[in-house]
C-alpha cells in the first residue's frame, strides 16, 4: 500500500514537472501568498480597538466576569461614567466587544438594521433550556413568523380587557395579606413580599395567557410553583468563572449536551422545570385545541394564539414544538419581569414615604370619582388616567429595568452612527463607528435608562416628578415604546407583552397602595440588584442547606450559593388615619424575600437607626433603613403537593367535615340556641321556621359528608358554567340564561331530592340521597352577581340575583345565599348605591342565618371605613349625615368584631368551658376534632 502510494506522489511530482512547474517553488508561492493575504486582512479588517475602554481583568476572560458577576448596573454606570456611552469591553482571549448605551447607535441596531443583529448564540442557548425555542430563543425569520401569530394575542384592547383578572387577583393577595394581619396579636407581621408577588402574577398570567386558575396565591405548597420560584436566581444568579468561561468558550452543541446530561445543581432545576411546563402546557394546549374545534372559545392569549395559528398557512404555522415553547416562554417571561418590577415599584415606594402618599391620594380621588359614577372597580381607563400613578411606574421601570442587558450580534459588517463623538485612543474624533461582522455587542438598557442627555442631571436619582417636565421623555431619539425607556426593548424584538406587564402593575399598585402603607427597614446592606437575566433584588447572606430547600432534587448534590433574602417593610396607613378605633389600628411590617423560604415574624418594628451610607451609583439615599432580618430559623420544608392546587376546593376534608357536624350539633343542641328559636314555631328572615331549620341543617350536615371525590367535577361543573356564562354578550341574554341554567336548575335538584326522600322512607331502606341543591349553587349565585354588577355595569341586576335566590324557597336561600353571595350583596350596596343602611342590614341577616364572615366581608367594611373617613376629609360633608354613618359602622364593625378580633380569646375561653378545664390549663392533648373528648371529659354540651 506505502509502495502505491510513493509511486502516486512520485508520477505527480513527474506530471508537474511536465508542465513546467517546480513542486517545491509551488508550495513555497502558496504559502508567501497565504501570509500576504492574512496581513492585508489584518490591516483592512474594521477593528475597535481604538475605542476607550476598561483594561481586562484576565485575558482567559476579559472583562466577562466584572460584567456577569457584578450586580446590575454596576459595571454598565462605571464604564459610562469613565469612557462613555459607547466604550470597548475585552472578551476571552483578547477579543473586541462592545458595551453601548448611546441613543443614536441603540435605535440603529433594535429599530433601523432590522434583523442586522442577531443574539448571542450562547444566550440563545439559556433561552432554549428555560423556555424551548419560542420567541425568545428564535432569531430572523423564525422569529418574524412566530411573532405574527403571537401578535394577536398581546394587542391594546387584549390586555386591557385582562384589567378584570389583574384587579381580582390584587383583591385576593390583599385579603390575604389582611387575613395575616388580623390574625397577628398586635397585627404586625413580616410578609416575603417578593414571594407573593411572584405567586400573584403567576395566577394572573394563568388565568389570562391560558384560561386557567393555578391557584398559586391560595395554595403555597403547588409544585409547580415552586419550580418557577427562584428558577432565574437558581440558575443564573453568580455565575462562578468556571461557567463564564464554559458559556463563552463552548461551542453551543457541547453546551446542549451540558444541558441534559450535566448534575449541576442549576441544570437540574432548569430540567426539573422544563419537564413540569413541558407536561402543562400540552395539557393546556390540548384541552384548548379541543374547545375550539367545539366551537367553545374565550379571549385568553392560549386561546388567541390557538386560532391565529389555525389561520396561518401551513408553511407558516407554528409547530406543536413552538407552541409549548411559546407558552413556556410567556410563562416565564410574563411572570417573573413584572413580579420582580414590582417588587422594585414597592421598595422605591417604600423608601419614599412623600411620593406614597401622594399616589395613595390620588386613588383615593379616583376611587371616589369611580363610585360616584356608579361604578365598582377600577377599569383600564382609570389606571390610564391617573397621571402619578403612571409617572411612579415609569420612573421605577427607568431606575430598576428588570431586563438590563440584551447581547447582539452584527451579522455583517456595519457601521453605527452615533449621539456625540468618540475621540480614540489613537487621537482621532470618529462620529460613526464602523464594526465587523460578528462582533459582540452588550446593549446596556440599564446605563441608557440612566442617561443624563435624556434624562437630565438628575438620572441617578429616583423622582417621579420628572414625568412632569417639559423635557421628560422627549429628548433623544425614538427608542421605547414606554416613556421612551428601553425598559421593554424597541424594534422587531419588543416585549411583546409590554402592555400587559403595564396594566397588570398599575392595577396591583393600585390595590397595595390603596390597603397598606409600605416603608422601609434597615436592613439593606445586604441588598442586591442580582444579575440573573433578569434584575432579581436578594439579599446576601446565609446560605440555605439542603433540608430548608423547597425544591429537592433526586440527582441533587451540590448546595449551590444561594442567594437568600431581600427585605422590604411596609405598614398599615390605617395606624395614623383611625387611632380612635383600637382593632382598626394594624401596623404591620412587611417585608419582600427573594429566598427560597418564607417567613412570617411579628411584633418587629422598624427604626431609623444606623444610618448607613451604601454611596452606590444608583441611590441618592442610603439603603439603610431596610432591617436586618436576624431570624436564621427557616421553617422545614413542606411535603410535595399536588401538581396543581383546587383553588376552588367545594367540599371539606373529613376532619373538617366531622368538626362541623360537631359544631352544627353543639349549636343545636344549646340552650342558646333553643331560646333564639323560641319554642317551635318562631320565624326567622326568609319564613324559616324551627322544625324547618332542624330539617335543613340535618341536610347541611349530610352536604358537608360530600366525598372528597367530587373535589374535580365541581370544579369542572363550575368552568363549564362559566364558560357558558362567557358566551352571554348582553346582560339580558345572561339573565335569561340564570334563570334557565341556575333558578330552573335549583328547582329541579330540590324536586329530585324530595321524591328521593320519599321514595326512600317509603322503602325504609338506607340509601344514599341526592343533593339538596346543585354543589355549586352558591358559587353560581356570587358569581353571577359580579357579572351583573362589574362587567355588565348593572348592580340592580345584582341585587334581583340575590333576592331571587332567597325568595326561590327555603333551600334555595339556605345554600344559595352563602358568605360569597351576601360579600357580593355588600359590595353591590357600598359601591353601587352607597347605601351603608343596607350594608348593615346585610351583615345581621348573615349573622342571624349563621352565615359566616370572610376577608372579604371584613375588606368591604374596611373599604367603607376608609371612604367615609376621605370623604370627610375631602369633601367636608354634612355633619349629620356623617355622624350617622359612622353611627351604623360601628354598628357593624361590632358585628363583625368577636370573629376578628376575640376569636383566640373566646376560643380559649369556649373549650375551658366545654371541656371543663381552667383558662391557665394547656390543651395540648385536645384536638380540635377531637369531639368525643367534649362529650366525655367536659359537660359535652354548650349551656
Ligand atoms: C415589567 C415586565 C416586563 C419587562 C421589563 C419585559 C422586558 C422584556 C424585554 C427587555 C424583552 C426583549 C428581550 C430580548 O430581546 O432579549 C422582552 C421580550 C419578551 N417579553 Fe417581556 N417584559 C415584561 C413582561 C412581559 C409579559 C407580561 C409578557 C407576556 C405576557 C412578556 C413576554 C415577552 C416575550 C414573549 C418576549 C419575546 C419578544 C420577542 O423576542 O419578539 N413580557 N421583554
Not at 502516486?8 to 517545491?24: I, M, V, Y
Not at 400587559?500 to 390603596?514: C, G, Q, R, S
Request: hydrophobic share 40%; charged share 25%; with cysteine.
Amino acid at each position: 500500500m506505502s509502495a502505491s502510494l510513493v509511486e502516486r506522489s512520485t508520477s505527480f511530482g513527474e506530471q508537474l514537472r511536465a508542465w513546467g512547474l517546480n513542486p517545491t517553488t509551488l508550495v513555497f508561492s502558496i504559502v508567501i501568498a497565504l501570509a500576504l493575504y492574512l496581513t492585508y486582512q489584518r490591516a483592512t479588517a474594521i477593528s475597535v480597538s481604538n475605542i476607550p475602554g476598561p483594561e481586562p481583568e484576565s485575558f482567559l476572560l476579559g472583562n466577562l466576569p466584572e460584567i456577569f458577576q457584578s450586580q446590575v448596573g454596576v459595571p454598565d454606570f462605571k464604564y459610562q461614567q469613565l469612557y462613555g456611552d459607547v466604550v470597548r469591553i475585552k472578551g476571552p482571549f483578547g477579543e473586541d466587544r462592545l458595551m453601548i448605551s448611546d441613543p443614536k447607535a441603540l435605535q440603529y441596531i433594535f429599530h433601523t438594521a432590522g434583523y442586522g443583529f442577531l443574539k448571542w448564540p450562547e444566550r440563545t442557548e439559556i433561552s432554549r433550556i428555560l423556555m424551548g425555542r419560542g420567541l425568545l430563543w428564535a432569531d430572523g425569520e423564525t422569529h418574524r413568523r412566530q411573532r405574527k401569530v403571537m401578535l394577536p394575542g398581546f394587542g391594546a384592547p387584549e390586555s386591557k380587557a385582562f384589567v378584570p383578572i389583574f384587579r381580582r387577583v390584587g383583591t385576593e393577595l390583599t385579603a390575604q395579606w389582611s387575613d395575616i394581619l388580623a390574625s397577628s396579636p398586635d397585627q404586625t407581621t413580616i410578609l416575603n413580599v417578593a414571594s407573593w408577588l411572584s405567586r400573584a402574577t403567576m395566577d394572573s398570567i394563568g388565568e389570562a395567557a391560558f384560561d386557567y386558575q393555578f391557584g398559586a396565591l391560595s395554595n403555597t405548597d403547588n409544585e409547580f410553583m415552586k419550580a418557577y420560584f427562584g428558577l432565574m436566581s437558581d440558575t443564573l444568579g453568580s455565575p462562578p468563572r468556571s461557567a463564564i468561561f464554559m458559556q463563552t468558550i463552548l461551542p453551543v452543541w457541547m453546551l446542549q449536551l451540558m444541558s441534559k446530561y450535566s448534575r449541576a445543581r442549576n441544570l437540574v432545576h432548569a430540567r426539573h422545570t422544563a419537564r413540569l411546563a413541558n407536561a402543562v402546557t400540552k395539557q393546556l394546549v390540548e384541552s384548548k385545541a379541543e374547545a375550539l374545534l367545539q366551537g367553545k372559545g374565550n379571549k385568553d392569549i392560549l386561546s388567541l394564539l390557538v386560532k391565529a395559528n389555525a389561520s396561518e398557512q401551513s408553511s407558516t404555522r407554528l409547530t406543536e414544538e413552538e407552541m409549548l415553547a411559546q407558552m413556556r416562554t410567556i410563562l416565564l417571561a410574563g411572570h417573573e419581569t413584572s413580579a420582580t418590577s414590582l417588587c422594585w415599584v414597592l421598595l422605591e415606594l417604600a423608601r419614599h414615604p412623600d411620593v406614597q402618599d401622594k399616589l395613595r391620594k390620588e386613588i383615593r380621588e379616583t376611587e371616589m370619582s369611580i363610585h360616584a359614577r356608579g361604578d365598582s372597580d377600577f377599569s383600564a381607563s382609570d389606571l390610564d388616567n391617573m397621571p402619578y400613578l403612571s409617572a411612579v411606574i415609569k420612573e421605577s421601570m427607568r431606575f430598576h429595568p428588570a431586563v438590563y442587558q440584551n447581547y447582539r450580534l452584527a451579522a455583517h459588517d456595519d457601521v453605527l452612527p452615533l449621539s456625540k463623538p468618540i475621540n480614540t485612543t489613537d487621537g482621532k474624533v470618529i462620529t460613526k463607528l464602523p464594526i465587523p461582522k460578528g462582533m459582540k455587542i452588550i446593549l446596556s438598557i440599564a446605563a441608557y435608562n440612566r442617561n443624563t442627555e435624556i434624562f437630565g442631571e438628575d438620572a441617578h436619582i429616583f423622582n417621579p416628578e420628572r414625568w412632569f417636565r417639559d423635557s421628560g421623555e422627549k429628548r433623544g431619539p425614538t427608542l421605547g415604546v414606554h416613556g421612551n425607556l428601553l425598559t421593554f426593548a424597541g424594534g422587531v424584538r419588543t416585549c411583546i407583552g409590554w402592555r400587559f406587564a403595564l396594566y397588570e402593575m398599575l392595577a396591583l399598585t393600585v390595590e397595595i397602595i390603596n390597603n397598606f402603607e409600605l416603608f422601609p427597614t434597615p436592613d439593606i446592606d445586604r441588598l442586591r440588584r442580582e444579575a440573573c437575566l433578569v434584575m432579581l433584588p436578594t439579599l446576601e447572606g446565609e446560605q440555605l442547606k439542603g433540608e430548608n430547600l423547597p425544591l429537592r432534587f433526586p440527582e441533587y448534590e451540590n448546595p449551590a450559593n444561594m442567594l437568600s433574602h431581600c427585605h422590604l417593610a411596609s405598614r398599615s396607613f390605617r395606624r395614623f388615619r383611625y387611632p380612635v378605633i383600637p382593632h382598626a389600628c394594624p401596623a404591620f411590617l412587611c417585608y419582600a424575600t427573594r429566598s427560597y423560604a418564607t417567613r412570617l415574624s411579628s411584633n418587629t418594628r422598624p427604626s431609623n437607626q444606623g444610618s448607613h451610607k451604601s454611596g452606590s451609583l444608583w441611590s441618592e439615599e442610603s439603603w439603610d433603613q431596610v432591617f436586618l432580618d436576624l431570624d436564621k430559623s427557616l421553617p422545614p420544608p413542606r411535603a410535595s403537593g399536588p401538581l396543581f392546587s383546587q383553588p376552588r376546593r367545594q367540599t371539606m376534608t373529613e376532619r373538617e367535615s366531622k368538626v362541623l357536624t360537631g359544631m352544627l350539633d353543639m349549636i343545636f343542641d344549646s340552650k342558646e340556641a333553643r331560646e333564639d328559636l323560641g319554642d317551635g314555631n318562631s320565624e326567622m328572615p326568609g319564613g324559616i321556621v324551627r322544625g324547618q331549620v332542624d330539617d335543613l341543617f340535618s341536610r347541611l350536615r349530610r352536604f358537608s359528608r360530600r366525598p372528597r371525590r367530587e373535589v374535580d367535577s365541581s370544579t369542572r361543573m363550575f368552568d363549564k358554567k362559566k364558560e357558558e356564562m362567557s358566551f352571554c354578550t348582553t346582560d339580558q341574554q345572561l339573565l335569561e340564561w340564570a334563570l334557565r341554567e341556575v333558578f330552573d336548575e335549583s328547582k329541579r335538584y330540590e324536586e329530585a331530592a324530595r321524591k328521593a326522600m320519599v321514595e326512600a322512607s317509603g322503602t325504609g331502606e338506607k340509601t344514599e340521597l341526592p343533593h339538596l341543591q346543585s354543589p355549586i349553587y352558591s358559587q353560581l349565585i356570587a358569581h353571577l352577581m359580579r357579572t351583573f354588577r362589574v362587567h355588565f355595569r348593572d348592580p340592580n341586576l345584582a341585587l334581583f340575583i340575590f333576592n331571587h335566590a332567597q325568595k326561590l324557597s327555603t333551600v334555595s336561600y339556605v345554600f344559595g345565599c352563602s358568605t360569597a353571595a351576601y360579600n357580593e350583596l355588600v359590595e353591590t350596596r357600598w359601591l353601587a348605591f352607597n347605601d351603608i343602611q343596607g350594608v348593615l342590614a346585610a351583615i345581621e341577616e348573615m349573622t342571624l342565618n349563621g352565615v359566616p364572615f370572610d376577608s372579604r366581608t371584613r375588606k368591604v367594611v374596611d373599604t367603607i371605613r376608609r371612604e367615609l373617613g376621605s370623604r370627610e376629609i375631602l369633601t367636608g360633608s354634612d355633619e349629620v349625615v356623617q355622624s350617622e354613618s359612622w353611627e351604623i359602622l360601628t354598628k357593624i364593625e361590632k358585628l363583625l368584631a368577636p370573629k376578628l378580633h376575640t376569636r383566640r380569646k373566646n376560643f380559649l375561653q369556649w373549650k375551658a368551658e366545654v371541656v371543663g378545664v381552667d383558662d391557665n390549663e394547656t390543651f395540648d392533648d385536645w384536638a380540635f376534632d377531637d369531639l368525643e373528648k367534649l362529650t366525655v371529659g367536659g359537660s359535652g354540651r354548650l349551656n
